[in-house]
Nanobody, 122 residues
Framework: QVQLVESGGGLVQVGGSLRLSCAAS????????MNWYRQAPGKEREFVAG????????LYADSVKGRFIISRDDAKRTIYLQMHSLKPEDTAVYYC???????????????WGQGTQVTVSS
């Protein structure tokens, strides 16, 4: 089992920045691709950013390209999502995901965190 705990969410004004963290514990290993997803009220969960186990492949949703940066620190078993130039449409619950498949894919065997709320106010 892998446990994922997100932190760093909160309320921020338009144009502001936040950094989300996802700490992994349990039977972790370095071969997991790590992803961030988000879900806004009344909408489906959507992919935001992902990084392969090696760090060699990074993907972003078009809506966040140029504004968000994903990174991983395997020594700390933590991934980060640095978010800049935040917009009201970025408001959502952000979830951390770990899986053994390719970046930006989901499977029934994935691990998920409990989510952290990000609210961007105008």
């Amino acid at each position: 089992q892998v446990q994922l705990v997100e932190s760093g969410g909160g309320l921020v004004q338009v144009g502001g920045s936040l950094r989300l963290s996802c700490a992994a514990s349990g039977r972790t290993h370095s071969y997991y691709a790590m992803n961030w997803y988000r879900q806004a009220p009344g909408k489906e969960r959507e992919f935001v950013a992902g990084i392969s186990w090696s760090g060699g492949r990074i993907l972003y949703a078009d809506s966040v390209k140029g504004r968000f940066i994903i990174s991983r620190d395997d020594a700390k078993r933590t991934i980060y999502l640095q978010m800049h130039s935040l917009k009201p449409e970025d408001t959502a619950v952000y979830y951390c995901n770990a899986n053994l498949g390719p970046v930006a894919t989901m499977s029934p065997n994935d691990y998920w965190g409990q989510g952290t709320q990000v609210t961007v106010s105008s």
